[in-house]
């Protein structure tokens, strides 16, 4: 049995980034994983559900806007048993490249599941048996997975979480999806799109809560309803029922009882960290009351030569801040100091139009003692290139710490928000202020202008909008500060 340096235990964005950093800086690595390498987010997650939205965006384009524009087909076709194939493609492309980039890195790939033996060894029960695997450290990035609540058993069949929804075979007619957060409206979205009829059923007074910055979910909340999708909120589901090929959800609705008709039940009512199938206490490593491996600034857990990235080490459980924790992880392995230490983590919800942030909502900025705040907003539908592309739903908003205009917050909702949100998480990075952004000359005609039109906003003197002048200068010309 030979010893590695690193034994990565999870091949997702956090532990196959984690094992390539490890080998790029020479130590000697093993990889474990016991479904497909990429984990949930290449091959049940982030990389499918994305392919099912871009098709169902072309679809709802070229129904809705195509005419507008003069393109017209005389039957639109969709089959889903393709769709399936070509999103299945787009994963294998993503998981095979995944194999391509260990192997290049001479990471050793081990399929199986693994079960620690001692604070240096585990155990991994492969298809033809198991096999010992001895490493100097382990990385633990074994994730998260679906919760369930009392009388909603996932059979991936009637009931199912989002790997069983990315897998269907037909578009269902009807679709009850319980939990308005990430992937309930993601995957409520784009079904809805593809023709399904769709129910959110949230148990809390508004969609994301908590989430995103209230000013962007109302504008998804609005396109929601002008789509048809029938959200109900202040509503738990209590229970299902099947007669026949036809479900029945029954959910108790601001206090009252009502049955909803399906023919597939949505529960995405949260994650939790996979750290209850490997047995932690048996090489010491702590894990809090919810779930998560404790870990330090250094993705350390308790026991030094164990460390522990991504979802299964606490929130958010984002692939970008498991791979960032996995590069963290191996680098402070191979001797360098380094601690995590980023000020923000954008986040990305795909709904439609799409909601991005970085840094601080303005009840955030004043909950970490920032009272007195610049908050200034600008619209898609006052620029260019959005309303050429049709999409002018949404806006920047930027939030600034009044006293020296350094960017708190930066909160988009409408198109390539996805995209666009990385230039605010510099920002916020570099300790930016709104001059930076406004000042810095961006492209015309791109979506990017908003953001430098939404620091613009906030200082008092967008160009594309009318802005109330702050203060009047001495002279009397109407100007802004
Ligand atoms: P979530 O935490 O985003 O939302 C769950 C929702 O279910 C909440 O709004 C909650 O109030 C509601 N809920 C809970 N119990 C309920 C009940 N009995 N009846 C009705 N509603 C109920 O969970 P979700 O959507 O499962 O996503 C899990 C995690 O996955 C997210 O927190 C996110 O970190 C990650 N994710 C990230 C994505 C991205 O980056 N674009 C996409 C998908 C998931």
Redesign the pocket.
């Known amino acids: 049995m030979s010893m590695y340096d690193v034994c990565v235990i999870g091949s997702g964005p956090g532990g196959y980034v984690a094992a390539i950093r490890s080998a790029q800086l020479g130590l000697k690595t093993a990889i474990i994983e016991r479904e497909d390498l990429g984990g949930v987010c290449l091959n049940v997650g982030?990389i499918p559900s994305k392919a099912m939205i871009t098709a169902a965006h072309f679809l709802h384009r070229m129904q809705h806007d195509g005419p507008t524009m003069g393109i017209t087909a005389s039957k639109i076709d969709f089959d889903m048993k393709q769709l399936k194939t070509w999103k299945q493609s787009v994963c294998d492309k993503m998981s095979g490249g995944v194999n391509q980039l260990l192997k290049g890195n001479s990471v050793d790939i081990i399929m199986g599941e693994a079960q620690w033996k001692s604070k240096t060894e585990i155990i991994v029960k492969t298809k033809d048996g198991s096999k010992s695997v001895a490493a100097k450290n382990f990385i633990v990035a074994t994730g998260s997975r679906?919760i369930e609540?009392p009388g909603f058993q996932a059979d991936e069949k009637d009931v199912v979480t989002s790997t069983g929804a990315l897998d269907f075979e037909e578009v269902p007619k009807k679709m009850v999806v319980?939990?308005?957060?990430?992937?309930?409206l993601?995957i409520g979205s784009y079904m809805q799109g593809l023709g399904s009829e769709v129910h959110v059923?949230?148990?809390?007074d508004g969609l994301l809560?908590g989430?995103a910055d209230p000013d962007c979910v109302q504008v998804v909340a609005r396109k929601l309803k002008k789509k048809g999708v029938q959200v109900h909120l202040g509503?738990?589901?209590k229970s299902w029922k099947k007669s026949g090929k036809q479900l029945e959800v029954t959910a108790e609705i601001k206090g009252k009882k009502e049955a909803i008709a399906a023919d597939k039940i949505l529960l995405?009512?949260?994650?939790k960290p996979n750290s209850d199938e490997m047995d932690f206490k048996k090489v010491g490593v702590q894990v809090d009351e919810k779930g998560f491996v404790k870990i330090n600034a250094q993705c350390r857990t308790s026991i030094p030569n164990i460390y522990a990235i991504g979802d299964v080490a606490g929130q958010?459980?984002?692939a970008h801040k498991a791979s960032h924790e996995g590069v963290l992880a191996a680098e402070v392995i191979a001797g360098k100091n380094r601690v995590y230490d980023a000020k923000t983590v954008p986040?990305?919800?795909?709904v439609d139009p799409e909601i991005a942030s970085a840094g601080w909502t303005e009840e955030e900025c004043k909950a970490n003692g920032y009272a007195d705040l610049k908050v200034g907003k600008f619209p898609f539908g006052a620029n260019g290139r959005a309303v050429s592309m049709m999409e002018t739903d949404g806006f920047v908003k930027i939030i600034a710490n009044a006293s020296n205009n350094v960017v708190l917050g930066v909160h988009i909702v409408g198109p390539e928000a996805s995209n666009l949100i990385s230039e605010a998480a510099l920002a916020i990075e570099m300790g930016a202020t709104l001059e930076d952004l406004a000042l810095t000359i961006h492209p015309h005609p791109t979506l990017g202008e908003t953001m430098m039109e939404a620091a613009e906003a906030t200082l008092g003197h967008a160009i594309h909008i009318i802005q109330k002048p702050l203060r009047k200068p001495a002279n009397g010309a109407s100007a802004n500060a």
Not at 201 to 204: F, H, P
Not at 268 to 271: A, E, H, I, K
Not at 347 to 350: D, G, L, R, S, T
């Open positions: 982030c679906p609540i319980i939990g308005g957060g990430y992937i309930g993601e059923l949230e148990a809390a809560k989430m509503a738990f589901a995405t009512v949260g994650r958010p459980m984002l986040a990305v919800i795909f």
